[in-house]
């Protein structure tokens, strides 16, 4: 009866017919439940509305973009874009205006603490939307909830990530990376056949503390590997005083100088090592017995002609000269001066040495990524010999009290017990002792 009711309605009763049809339905059926089913009216459950991520992340070549919706939540309750910051260093969004109804943030790929993972087909930037409400005026109450959105980006490590031209002048990311991946030095103690790493840390003094440089260049070009300069501290800050310099003047050794036999071993074993010996000694005037040594070690292209800013001299006693490991004998006559440089400094530089020009110190695992590096070795540990008194000059005030009073105890010690043996003779002298004669029976 319902649906007889309803189709002419629906067809051409006009809004008279409806009226007229709810009027029946009432009298008929009793309520108006029946006469006016939910159906009839349309609501967003049937008429869906399409809506955007309230997080949106563009991934462009040097640069995130990251779109927020202040209505975050969607529940129609709007965030401030002043609760919302980006990355481990809080960046804060773009300036937006009240009617915006979206907030920006636009940084860098390695801005606001962002962190980046190598893996075997990309790189892969991480960083997180942070969404951290504060009460608003004089309120002590909030409305939203503290929020931490992920975002990440992969870029494909074996293509270019730009999908415009090349220019020429414009050095592609992932040859950087490949760059600083493979270019590791490290500075290690050696034996003195120099065919391994010194396990021990100790020497005697007069010793001589063998060193080798070195850089594994991987899949990169061929390279020479320089020490530019090293110094002696008692700690692993290479500025803490006193110290005592080593290498200076961009590859002089002049510890040599002094009564030590430190020198460059010549010729390399290969153009990416450099060994080198110094004299183990100590500061006279600090009781410990420790040191670090502490250099910056740099490469240039294998190809490339040694000169007075990459060079590697020492100074032989024999002759008073000053001679390189390699190249002209004329780069090592600045050592004397001490002053080491090439005019024109300011010419167009290699590509190498445009490259990142950083430096890293790393005194535990004595080994860092970078194009240059400052690294430490140490501690070095130096026992003194018992000839190398007299060499000294004399003995510590602290060793000196130890002997004193040791001696004293000594000669106190067998004046008592001399004293004691004499007593006990006197008294035997004084009181002879009677057995008691035995009785027959």
């Known amino acids: 009866m319902v649906a007889a009711l309803w189709l002419p309605v629906g067809v051409t009763g006009g809004a ?24 009839i009216w349309p609501t967003e459950t049937y008429y869906p509305l399409t809506s955007r991520p309230p997080v949106m992340v563009d991934c462009l070549e040097s640069q995130l973009v990251v779109t927020v919706s202040k209505d975050l939540f969607g529940t129609g309750k709007l965030i401030r874009p002043a609760d919302l910051t980006l990355g481990p260093e809080n960046c804060e969004p773009l300036v937006s205006m009240d009617t915006d109804d979206v ?8 801005e606001c603490g962002s962190r980046v993972q190598v893996t075997d087909n990309a790189l892969v930037y991480s960083t997180f939307l942070i969404h951290s409400p504060r009460p608003a005026g004089n309120l002590s109450i909030l409305r939203t909830n503290r929020a931490e959105v992920p975002i990440e980006c992969h870029y494909p490590r074996h293509s270019n990530v730009s999908s415009q031209a090349i220019l020429p002048t414009w050095v592609p990311f992932r040859t950087t990376m490949l760059f600083e991946e493979k270019l590791v030095f490290s500075l290690r103690l050696m034996e003195e056949d120099w065919g391994s790493e010194k396990q021990s840390p100790t020497f005697q003094l007069g010793d001589i503390a063998h060193l080798q440089a070195e850089v594994h260049t991987g899949s990169h070009m061929p ?12 700690t692993p800050d290479r500025n803490a005083f006193p110290h005592h310099k080593i290498v200076d003047f961009h590859g002089c050794l002049v510890d040599g100088l002094y009564n030590s036999s430190s020198a460059f071993k010549a010729p390399r074993p290969r153009p990416e090592t450099l060994q080198f010996t110094v004299d183990v000694f100590h500061f006279a005037k600090d009781s410990r017995n420790t040191i670090y040594i502490t250099c910056h070690l740099k490469v240039t292209p294998a ?52 490259g990142w020009r950083k430096s890293v110190s790393h005194t535990r695992n004595r080994r860092h990524v970078t194009e240059e590096a400052e690294i ?46 004499l007593a006990k003779r006197h008294r035997t002298a004084s009181h002879p002792v009677i057995c008691p004669a035995s009785v027959s029976q």
């Open 16 to 39: 008279m017919g409806l009226s007229y049809g709810i009027f029946i339905c009432f009298l008929l059926l009793g309520g108006m439940e029946l006469c006016c089913p939910q159906t």
């Open 103 to 110: 907030v920006r943030f636009e940084v860098g790929l390695h």
């Open 223 to 234: 390279l020479r590997l320089f020490v530019d300069h090293c110094v002696a501290t008692l």
């Open 303 to 354: 190809d490339r002609v040694p000169d007075q800013l990459n060079k590697a001299c020492s100074f032989i006693k024999s002759t008073k000269r000053w001679y390189p490991v390699e190249g002209s004998a004329d780069i090592c006559r600045c050592c004397n001066k001490g002053s080491c440089g090439l005019p024109g400094r300011s010419r167009r530089l290699s590509h190498l040495e445009r």
């Open 376 to 421: 430490t070795v140490g501690p070095l540990i130096f026992l003194g010999k018992a000839s190398d008194h007299g060499i000294e000059g004399s003995t510590s005030p602290h060793t000196s009290v130890m002997l004193g009073l040791g001696l004293a105890t000594v000669v106190s010690l067998t004046l008592a017990t001399i004293v004691l043996v």
